[in-house]
C-alpha cells in the first residue's frame, strides 16, 4: 500500500514536466512550420530566378525597334519559361510545408488522445491550494480534487496551461 502511493507520487512528478515539453516541443514545430511557409519561400534559387526575370524583361522592353522584335519576343519568352519554373519551384515548397503541417497536425492530436487515455483518472500534478485559490475546482476537474491541501491538477487543464505557456514562450522566442 504505501509502495504504491510512493509509486503514484513518483510517476505524477515526471508527468507534468513531460507532458510540457511534449507540448512545447509540438508548439515549436508549429512555430517552425510557420516560418518555413512565411519566410522559406525566399530560397537562394528563386532569388536569382526573379533577378533573371526581371532582367529579361528589361532588355525585352528596351527594345523597340522594328528590327529586334524577334529578340524581344525571344526574350520575352525566355521570361515566361523562368516564370513557368518558379512557379513550379513555389508550388513544391507549399506542397512540402502542407504535408509537414498535416503531419504535425495528426501526431499532435494522437499525441493528445494518448496523454488524455492514460491521465484521464489520475492527476498530473498538486499545487498548493493557496496559490490556485479561485480555481481549485476548475483545475482538479475529473481528479478526485483536494488532497492534504493540494489540488489535484487533470490533464485537461494541464494541457491547457501548458499550450498556452508553451505559445507565449515561443512567441517570445521566435519574436527576437
Known sequence: MMGDIASEEHQRSFAAPLIFIIVLAFQFASYWIDH???G??????EIQLR???????????????????????????????????????QDLHTRDTTLYSKVLLVSKVLTYLILLIWFWRSPVASISQQLVQPFGRLLSWRTGGVQ???????IIP????????SKLICKLTYSK
Open 40 to 45: 522559406g519561400s525566399e530560397k537562394e534559387k
Open 36 to 38: 518555413l511557409k512565411k
Open 51 to 89: 533577378a533573371e526575370i526581371k532582367q529579361l524583361l528589361k532588355e525585352a522592353n528596351s527594345m523597340s525597334q522594328p528590327s529586334t522584335f524577334a529578340q524581344a519576343a525571344k526574350l520575352k519568352r525566355q521570361a515566361a519559361a523562368k516564370e513557368k519554373e518558379l512557379a513550379k519551384c
Open 158 to 165: 494541464w494541457l491547457a496551461v501548458t499550450s498556452r505557456v
Open 148 to 154: 492534504n491541501n493540494n489540488i489535484m491538477v487533470g
